[in-house]
Nanobody, 116 residues
Framework: QVQPVESGGGLVQPGGSLRLSCAASGSIFSIYRMGWYRQAPGKQRELVVSITSGSGTNYADSVKGQFTISKNNAKNTPFLQMNGLKPEDATVYYC??????????WGQGTQVTVSS
């Protein structure tokens, strides 16, 4: 089965930036909308931003103006540019389909740590 592989996380100071990348073990061209999720400890995984095959985007209010999603058109895999990072943004980030019926197996995610 196709599975996402996330990368690009790391340790950054408050106000810093990171760019997350997503790869897939197979073709994901059939997935019309891809997204980035995050899951804080003890909380449900939440979809924070998504992008369609036609590059239409949708952002959660909590990340509007701070995060920017884009994609590799050749592979339909999303990137996530995160600016102005805050401690509350620190958690594990995952990419996956943003359509429930098209969800793939979850990858390992990539850890984002925001600390001075």
């Amino acid at each position: 089965q196709v599975q996402p592989v996330e990368s690009g996380g790391g340790l950054v100071q408050p106000g810093g930036s990171l760019r997350l990348s997503c790869a897939a073990s197979g073709s994901i061209f059939s997935i019309y909308r891809m997204g980035w999720y995050r899951q804080a400890p003890g909380k449900q995984r939440e979809l924070v931003v998504s992008i369609t095959s036609g590059s239409g985007t949708n952002y959660a209010d909590s990340v509007k103006g701070q995060f920017t999603i884009s994609k590799n058109n050749a592979k339909n895999t999303p990137f996530l540019q995160m600016n102005g990072l805050k401690p509350e943004d620190a958690t594990v980030y995952y990419c996956n389909a943003a359509i429930v019926t098209m969800l793939m197996n979850w990858g390992q995610g990539t850890q984002v740590t925001v600390s001075s």
